[in-house]
């Protein structure tokens, strides 16, 4: 009985990185219908399938087996660590889960609530800001809600009124309630986050970072030197996403050219290998090099690495996520990324560590690049780009000055920033 919820846990802790089912089970190597009977205690765990999902989630594996009480403790040590001004008396942790079960069960309730709902927060501000289908959405619920409102208030205020209009204004009333009500579905279902649901959206640059993803971000048809024809873009439902997935696939054909695989994987070796060492080595640029150790296979790499790409304006072109990476979607991200600081020195490369604040902390080795993407002609300025290679921090160097960031000012826990555009809606030190 004692390993008896480790599904549960996986389950949670899964939540907490903010993992879909599909990531975490492409990155543990299984399908996400197992994942999904393993997570609801179906299916028993162990051996190498359990170190690869502690792996993918960042913990140790006996976190996910462990009972009720070490649990707790893991749970209360991790509140302590993201409380803010608080000094916890981390050696009385085994203490107080042994003597109060249920105090500690409390708080780390809590505490996981608190993550979801800050999560939940940094999703839907980037949403209600940006995304055109949510804006539309809310439009017809709001107007739809102020129709009713307006028949309604004709029918109370007014006391003679003839049978076929009286007809008519109930009639419309019923319509406009049976609107909303499919409006607000709609809404609801759109909003939800579960992991069963697909994403409605349908913006054409989502669903061809929704269909490099399906491809593990590997295409051994032009690795093996073929045309970005021979790759089936039938998954694509829009022309317009079809024709971005076009431009993307020809600049990876154009790196696995310049830098073939079989001699990436001679030269890396399954080490975490330097940019600068093989842009010399394959006599590339260095937005080559970091487009292609992103798109490297897993096989090759000793880690997945995440990927951003964007423009002059900062507008994100293309975003490659990895666990425990996040940038919004939409825009308003944090400027202090060195993919946007990278703008202000094109053709010099950029290498900073970064640690990415907020209630998913973590650290990353970043190198960034700009470069000149089209120059019309004379006299007349370059169109510019830039590209970022997210890496985890493999060893900590005591020495090395780290870059904090945020997710956007809205929801970054930071007070003092001088990057700050406007207050956070935040309290507390979130």
Not at 58 to 83: F, H, K, N
Not at 143 to 161: C, M
Not at 303 to 321: N, Q
Not at 332 to 358: D, H, I, M, S, Y
């Amino acid at each position: 009985m004692r390993d008896a919820l480790t599904g549960s846990r996986i389950r949670e802790r899964r939540q907490i990185a903010g993992l879909k089912q599909a990531e975490l089970a492409r990155l543990a190597g299984i399908s996400a219908s197992y994942l999904n009977l393993i997570e609801h205690n179906r299916r028993r765990i162990g051996g190498k399938l359990l170190v690869d999902i502690a792996a993918a989630l960042s913990v140790e594996p006996s976190v996910l087996t462990r009972g009720i009480e070490a649990t707790l403790v893991s749970a209360l040590r991790e509140a302590a660590d993201d409380a803010v001004g608080q000094n916890a008396e981390l050696d009385s942790l085994e203490e107080f889960a042994g003597r109060f079960t249920g105090w500690a069960g409390v708080l780390a309730q809590m505490h996981r609530r608190v993550v979801s709902l800050e999560r939940n927060v940094e999703i839907l501000s980037d949403r209600l800001t940006h995304d055109p289908h949510l804006a539309a959405s809310m439009h017809e619920v709001l107007s739809t809600a102020a129709a009713i409102r307006s028949t309604a208030a004709i029918l109370a205020d007014t006391e003679d009124i003839e049978a076929e209009w009286r007809e008519r204004f109930h009639k419309n009333l019923h319509q406009d309630a049976e609107r909303l009500a499919d409006s607000s579905k709609a809404l609801v279902t759109f909003l939800d986050e579960s992991d069963a649901a697909v994403d409605p959206r349908g913006v054409p640059l989502e669903e061809v970072e929704a269909f490099f993803q399906a491809r593990d971000y590997s295409f051994t048809e032009l690795e093996e030197g073929g045309a970005t024809d021979a790759v089936d873009l039938s998954s694509l439902n829009t022309t317009a996403a079809q024709t971005l997935a076009r431009e993307m696939l020809e600049i990876y054909r154009a790196d696995a050219r310049a830098m073939p695989l079989d001699a990436v994987a001679a030269r890396v070796r399954g080490a975490q290998p330097d940019p600068v060492d093989l842009a010399h080595h394959f006599s590339v640029d260095m937005a080559t090099v970091l487009r292609r150790l992103a798109f490297l296979p897993e096989s090759v790499v000793s880690e997945p690495a995440g990927l951003v790409l964007c423009d002059a304006s900062g507008s994100i072109l293309f975003l490659k996520p990895t666990p425990g990476f996040a940038m919004p979607r939409h825009g308003e991200a944090c400027p202090l990324w060195p993919v946007f600081t990278a703008l202000n020195r094109p053709l010099v490369p950029v290498r900073k560590q970064v640690e990415q604040t907020g209630r998913a902390s973590a650290e990353f080795e970043c190198f960034a690049y700009a470069w000149p993407h089209a120059v019309p002609g004379y006299d007349q300025d370059p169109a510019y780009r830039s590209v970022m290679l997210v890496r985890p921090v493999q060893e900590q160097a005591g020495d090395a000055p780290v870059t904090q960031v945020g997710p956007n000012c809205r929801v970054c826990p930071r007070k003092e920033c001088t990057a700050r555009r406007e207050p956070s809606i935040l309290s507390e030190g979130f």
